[in-house]
């Protein structure tokens, strides 16, 4: 089983507009991290937000929260306010704190394309 | 400001030949990792480091070698190429918070390879 699904993609979303980008996860473990990657036109892979298992806030950094829900196992991001320079792939990925090593699990990535 | 650093940005290679990709981060970090993407696969775990000395396998290690002799630098040697090593390598480090979900992994720009 995949321990990391994104069903979307591609997304497009208007300029200022809020977009939503979906990540289930698949884990026994009950300690683990979530964390979001961005990876522009460029290539580089760019750290954008982490939400760990215990938490009992969602996640915020700026204009990207992450709406967690640990029973439904989905973490999905959200970008407020879209840009121009948000348009990228992003990806969900995943460590579990019982493998022991900082190992982590990628999804196969939402390329997301923020329209004028 | 370095963080990770990945040379060479681009290869090509004929079936048979041997290569390194080099990696190097000056934030002493004692984690460090070798990822491979795909196009549709996200990013898989190729070798894993948790320290000078120690190296593992990840998810799909076939046909590449690790040594980790300093803290700083972690080869990848692909000993003879083949066509199906095509990919876009990573890099990425970060402290060895083995208890922790929250480990933030930072990654190199990557090494576009074509096996020719």
């Not at chain 1, 699904?5 to 991290?33: H, I, N, R, W």
């Not at chain 1, 979001?36 to 760019?46: F, V």
């Not at chain 2, 650093?5 to 002493?28: E, I, R, Y």
């Amino acid at each position: 089983a995949q321990k990391i699904t994104q069903t979307q993609p591609g997304m497009f979303v208007q300029e200022k507009e809020a977009v939503t980008l979906d990540c289930t996860y698949d884990t026994s473990d009950p300690s683990y991290g979530l964390f979001w990657y961005k990876q522009p036109s460029s290539g580089e892979m760019i750290f954008l937000i982490y939400q760990g298992s215990y938490d009992q806030q969602n996640a915020t950094e700026g204009r990207y929260s992450l709406n967690f829900q640990k029973a439904r196992k989905s973490a999905n991001l959200v970008i407020s306010a879209s840009q121009l320079g948000d348009s990228a792939m992003y990806f969900c990925a995943m460590r579990e704190v019982q493998t022991g090593a900082n190992n982590l699990f990628f999804g196969t990535g939402t390329r997301l394309t923020v329209i004028p | 400001n370095a963080g990770v650093t990945q040379t060479p940005k681009f290869q090509v290679l004929k079936t048979g030949q041997s290569m390194t990709l080099q990696c190097a981060q000056d934030m002493n970090h004692e984690y460090m990792s070798w990822y491979r993407q795909d196009p549709g696969m996200g990013l898989r775990l190729i070798h894993y480091s948790v320290g000078a000395g120690i190296t593992d396998q990840g998810e799909v290690p076939n046909g590449y070698n690790v040594s980790r002799s300093t803290t700083e630098d972690f080869p990848l040697r692909l000993l003879s190429a083949a066509p199906s090593q095509t990919s876009v390598y990573f890099c990425a480090s970060s402290s060895k918070h083995l208890t922790s979900p929250k480990n933030i992994q930072y990654f190199g720009a990557g090494t576009r390879l074509s096996v020719l």
